[in-house]
């Protein structure tokens, strides 16, 4: 029982540490960060547009 505690308790430390270095990264250098968002958008709605026909 402790070992499944221990073993979530492991990734939602693990989890956090991630969105804290995201937020790091975010802060840093948003302008990059909105640009690849934008990117990725763009190709999904170009592979959805493709896919529907």
Known sequence: MS???MSILGQVV????VLD???QMV???PMLIIQIDINLYRLQHCTKGMMDG
Not at 14 to 17: E, F, G, N, P, Y
């Open 27 to 29: 802060g840093q250098r």
């Open 3 to 5: 070992v499944v505690y």
């Open 21 to 23: 270095l995201v937020i």
């Open 14 to 17: 693990t989890r956090i540490k």
